[in-house]
Nanobody
Framework: QVQLAESGGGLVQAGGSLRVSCTAS????????MAWFRQPPGKEREFVAA????????YYADSVKGRFIISRDNAKTSLFMEMNSLKPEDTAVYYC??????????????????WGQGTQVTVSS
C-alpha cells in the first residue's frame, strides 16, 4: 500500500517563499510520474507541476512557471516543490500525487493513482 505524506505548508506574505515536501512509503517509484496539484477555496483541483520519474523531465502550469520548481531526491522516495514569489492566488490546499503508469499525455490530469492528504498554503496580501 502506497502512502504519500505532504509537509511544509503554512502562512506566508505575498512575495515570500515556501517549500513543500512529499514522502512516499510502501514502494519506490521507478516509472511514471509524481505531481503537485492544488485546490483553491471554492474551486476545483488544478494541476501545478509534475516530474517524470525516468529522466526527470518537469512540467508546469502556466500560472506557476518561472516561480515554482519541482524536484525529487535520488532515492526517488520524496518529492519537493520550491514556491517563490508567492501570490495571494496561490492560496490553496496542495496535494502530492503519484502514478507508476502515468503517461506524458495525461500528466496534467487529476487522475493519479495515489494521493496525499494535502497541506494548506496561505499567502497573505
Amino acid at each position: 500500500q502506497v502512502q504519500l505524506a505532504e509537509s511544509g505548508g503554512g502562512l506566508v506574505q505575498a512575495g515570500g517563499s515556501l517549500r513543500v515536501s512529499c514522502t512516499a512509503s510502501g514502494r519506490t517509484f521507478r516509472s511514471g510520474a509524481m505531481a503537485w496539484f492544488r485546490q483553491p477555496p471554492g474551486k476545483e483541483r488544478e494541476f501545478v507541476a509534475a516530474i517524470k520519474w525516468s529522466g526527470g523531465s518537469t512540467y508546469y502550469a502556466d500560472s506557476v512557471k518561472g516561480r515554482f520548481i519541482i524536484s525529487r531526491d535520488n532515492a526517488k522516495t520524496s518529492l519537493f516543490m520550491e514556491m517563490n514569489s508567492l501570490k495571494p492566488e496561490d492560496t490553496a490546499v496542495y496535494y502530492c500525487a503519484a502514478d507508476p503508469a502515468r503517461i506524458l499525455s495525461a500528466i496534467r490530469l487529476p487522475t493519479y493513482t495515489y494521493w496525499g492528504q494535502g497541506t494548506q498554503v496561505t499567502v497573505s496580501s
